[in-house]
């Protein structure tokens, strides 16, 4: 059973929905979620923001946080994913944001570096770093990928701390 199932049938077991917001993957990890047959009853949906603007006005993502930290940031993951989890009311929310390349942004980030966002209602969001090696598309597949199973673990860590 591929993540994004496993993913999907954990949601509905415990009776959770989900919502997404991605910068550099643009919707893939949304998709592999969205393929899976019955994920409309935790899917909520996602936020696409691949500009500051768009994560300023679409998922709250204050511009001092952006001049600050800048995009590719665990601040700002951090920021969008609770960014999803405000605006969709959603139990569960994950952003994905980082550098795909081929080329960077000015910034001393080098191509590869995704920061993936965290965050459940009740609780703080945290943030992870990964640094992926490849081309455009195979940097955002491994980001897309790792965000779900990052979002797996997490949910089942925060599911298992509520049940105790």
């Known amino acids: ?52 603007d768009a994560k300023m006005k679409m998922l709250g993502v204050s511009r001092e946080c952006l001049q600050k930290h800048g995009a590719v940031s665990r601040e700002t993951a951090c920021a969008m994913a609770q960014g999803a ?14 550098l795909a390349g081929p080329d960077g942004d000015g910034s001393p980030n080098p191509v590869g570096l995704v920061w993936i966002g965290l965050a459940r209602q009740g609780i703080e969001a945290r943030a992870a770093c990964f640094h ?27 599911l298992e701390k509520t049940q105790q």
């Open 1 to 52: 059973m591929a993540k994004a199932e496993i993913l999907v049938e954990r949601l509905k077991a415990a009776g959770k929905f989900l919502a997404a917001a991605e910068s550099c993957t643009a919707g893939m990890a949304a998709d592999m979620i969205a393929r899976v047959p019955g994920a409309s009853a935790v899917f909520w949906g996602s936020f696409v923001t691949y500009t500051l």
């Open 85 to 98: 989890l405000e605006k969709s009311g959603a139990d569960f929310a994950f952003s994905v944001t980082g």
């Open 132 to 158: 992926f090696t490849g081309d455009r598309n195979e940097v955002r597949q491994r980001a897309a990928e790792t965000a779900i199973e990052e979002l797996l673990k997490y949910i089942e860590s925060t």
